[in-house]
Nanobody
């Protein structure tokens, strides 16, 4: 049984940093494309950052470019999202996702994923 478990969320002041982790159990992730998504109140879920398994290309949403960094440790079967210079508009529930379900597209933040974590809350106060 494949499980993804996020951790590292919390409350910070604007300008602060958090690092989210997503531990995967039940399968290796070496060949996985992976991504982080977020659900902000009143908005649709959006892809924040992703890694394509084909060459390890990383992609970021414009709103987080230069502030967030996604990484994947295959040996530890863990994804990370380093979030710096956080803003109040980054507040939301963050989800990790892995194992691409379709072959269409080249942007990992737009892929359909088979497996999802349960989400972790990030709150940024001004």
């Amino acid at each position: 049984q494949v499980q993804l478990v996020e951790s590292g969320g919390g409350s910070v002041q604007a300008g602060g940093s958090l690092r989210l982790s997503c531990a995967v159990s039940g399968t290796p992730i070496n060949s996985w494309s992976v991504a982080w998504f977020r659900q902000i109140p009143g908005k649709e879920r959006e892809g924040v950052a992703g890694i394509d398994s084909r060459g390890g290309t990383t992609t970021y949403a414009d709103a987080v470019k230069g502030r967030f960094t996604i990484s994947k440790d295959n040996a530890k079967r863990t994804l990370y999202l380093q979030m710096n210079t956080l803003k109040p508009e980054d507040t939301g529930i963050y989800y990790c996702a892995g194992f691409r379900r379709s072959s269409a597209g080249t942007n990992p933040t737009n892929y359909e994923y088979q497996y999802w974590g349960q989400g972790t809350q990030v709150t940024v106060s001004s």
